[in-house]
Nanobody
Framework: QVQLVESGGGLVQAGGSLRLSCAAS????????MGWFRQAPGKEREFLAT????????YYADSVKGRFTISRDNAKNTVHLQMNSLKPEDTAVYYC?????????????????WGQGTQVTVSS
């Protein structure tokens, strides 16, 4: 089992930045690809980004490419999502995810482990 705990969410004005963090515990962190999803009210879960176990490759949804950056620190068992140029449509609950596959994919079913989520609200 892998436990994931997100932090760093909050309220920010449009155009601002936030940095989300996810602390992992329970298994060898460096064996897992890590990623981020979000879910806005009334909408389906949306893939945002994923990073391979060694940080060698990253993948982004078109909606956040160029604005969001995923990174990981295997020594600290953490993964981050730096979010810049935030827009009101970025308002959602953001989830940290993990999976043993090198590149799990972009569907929420592709990830075995999920955190509880952290709320991000972007005001206009």
């Amino acid at each position: 089992q892998v436990q994931l705990v997100e932090s760093g969410g909050g309220l920010v004005q449009a155009g601002g930045s936030l940095r989300l963090s996810c602390a992992a515990s329970g298994r060898t962190f460096s064996n897992y690809a890590m990623g981020w999803f979000r879910q806005a009210p009334g909408k389906e879960r949306e893939f945002l980004a994923t990073i391979t176990w060694n940080g060698g490759s990253t993948y982004y949804a078109d909606s956040v490419k160029g604005r969001f950056t995923i990174s990981r620190d295997n020594a600290k068992n953490t993964v981050h999502l730096q979010m810049n140029s935030l827009k009101p449509e970025d308002t959602a609950v953001y989830y940290c995810v993990a999976d043993r596959e090198y590149y799990p994919g972009t569907r929420y079913q592709d990830y075995d482990y999920w955190g509880q989520g952290t709320q991000v609200t972007v005001s206009s």
